[in-house]
């Protein structure tokens, strides 16, 4: 099992002062070797987090993402996730792991065109 105490160091670091990480590189999986759960989750959702980094789901997610915000810049999650047919909840928990990261930036609130509610729009770095 990941532990936070190994990677604590590694995980905090701007990914952008770190020269060994490209973006969503080949050191993607370590990159993101910490929990994907908060505190107080279930052990299930420690256990879900970890298969989805050992399958590479969470790559695959995280990098779909991304280029759909590349493609579709300045949008709110649940635009984003019409456009390019992803699920929108997933990219939800995804485009702030991108923001952590150093590779996507929330904008400004506007008027969601899908969820018609107030929503942060998202841009890539």
Same mark, same amino acid.
């Given at each position: 099992? %990941?532990?936070?105490d190994?990677?604590?160091?590694? $995980?905090?670091?701007?990914?952008?002062?770190? &020269?060994?990480? %490209?973006?969503?590189?080949? *050191?993607?999986?370590?990159?993101?070797? @910490? /929990?994907?759960?908060?505190?107080?989750?279930?052990?299930?959702?420690?256990?879900?987090?970890?298969?989805?980094?050992?399958?590479?789901? $969470?790559?695959?997610?995280?990098?779909?993402?991304?280029?759909? %915000?590349?493609?579709? /810049? *300045?949008?709110?999650? #649940?635009?984003?996730?019409?456009?390019s047919? +992803?699920?929108?909840?997933?990219?939800?928990?995804? %485009? &702030?792991? +991108?923001?952590?990261?150093? $590779? #996507?930036?929330?904008?400004?609130? @506007?008027?969601?065109?899908?969820?018609?509610?107030?929503?942060?729009?998202?841009? &890539?770095?």
């Open positions: 099992m %990941l532990t936070m190994d990677e604590t160091k590694l $995980l905090f670091e701007p990914l952008k002062q770190r &020269p060994d990480v %490209l973006k969503l590189g080949q *050191n993607f999986e370590k990159d993101f070797a @910490r /929990p994907l759960s908060h505190r107080n989750d279930s052990l299930g959702s420690y256990q879900s987090g970890e298969r989805m980094l050992k399958f590479g789901k $969470l790559r695959g997610q995280t990098q779909a993402v991304y280029n759909a %915000l590349k493609s579709h /810049p *300045n949008k709110t999650s #649940a635009e984003l996730a019409r456009l047919d +992803l699920d929108r909840y997933m990219v939800a928990r995804r %485009l &702030p792991v +991108l923001a952590s990261r150093g $590779l #996507a930036e929330r904008g400004p609130e @506007r008027l969601c065109s899908i969820c018609r509610c107030q929503c942060f729009t998202w841009r &890539p770095l």
